[in-house]
């Protein structure tokens, strides 16, 4: 089966400090993860993917995740925050095998709140 | 621009309408999905479909029918709307051939009154 557990609902920095927001994952077959974000009434945007190449994945904004295959965890962090920062994450992951293929299982998400 | 368009993108109905939400895109996408988000729930996965004329249930399709009667378009139907089904709806395609790829639309947020 597959899943995804984003440890934190919510977590507040100040400006300037590191981000982090934790992700586990389960799945029955190599997998593919990915961080989106979503600000305030908008839609969903990519932060980054991981595909099965190198662990540690950069993406936009600053951003990066490390793959952690025997922690199954895939924890998106930022050395700085920005006020702009601020939004909901969401963890995903999706099978890169079997019946559900390319499906996306996506965690309940964690709000991000940058105080200035 | 290309990309995944939804419409409405803003819909109040009374409970006991009904409604279709369409999603069109325009990349050849083989692979459509219709989602809901709801708070402190992330996405879930309504219907799916792998290529025009298919259609399959995710997690929560109760309450709703899809089509997928051209490649390029994917209705969500809602037959009899009820209050639970206040959400946010989310569409998606991907291409074949790879578990990433996927382009969201802007959403359509639906309240039941």
């Known amino acids: 089966a597959q899943s995804v557990t984003q440890l934190d609902s919510h977590v507040s920095v100040s400006e300037g400090t590191p981000v982090l927001l934790r992700c586990n994952y389960s799945s029955s077959y190599s997998p593919s993860l990915f961080w989106y974000v979503q600000h305030p009434n908008k839609g969903l945007q990519l932060l980054l993917k991981?595909?099965?190449?190198?662990?540690l994945v950069k993406g936009i904004n600053g951003f990066e995740a490390e793959f952690k295959k025997s922690e199954t965890s895939f924890h998106l962090t930022k050395p700085s925050a920005h006020m702009s920062d601020a939004a909901e994450y969401f963890c995903?992951?999706?099978?890169?095998?079997?019946?559900?293929?390319?499906?996306?299982?996506f965690g309940r998400g964690t709000q991000l709140t940058v105080w200035p | 621009n290309a990309g995944v368009t939804q419409t409405p993108k803003f819909r109040v109905l009374k409970t006991g309408q009904s409604m279709t939400l369409l999603c069109a895109q325009d990349?050849?996408?083989?692979?459509m999905y219709w989602y809901r988000q709801d708070p402190g729930m992330g996405l879930r996965l309504i219907h799916y479909?792998?290529?025009?004329?298919?259609?399959a249930k995710g997690e929560v399709p109760d309450g709703y029918n899809v089509s997928r009667l051209k490649k390029q378009n994917f209705l969500l139907g809602l037959e009899s709307a009820a209050p639970s089904q206040t959400s946010v709806y989310f569409c998606?395609?991907?291409?074949?051939?790879?578990?990433?790829?996927?382009?969201f639309g802007s959403g359509t947020r639906l309240t039941v009154v």
């Open positions: 991981y595909t099965s190449a190198a662990t």
């Open positions: 990349m050849n996408h083989e692979y």
């Open positions: 479909s792998v290529g025009e004329g298919t259609t």
């Open positions: 995903v992951v999706s099978d890169r095998g079997g019946s559900t293929l390319g499906r996306l299982y």
């Open positions: 998606a395609s991907r291409s074949n051939g790879g578990a990433y790829g996927y382009t």
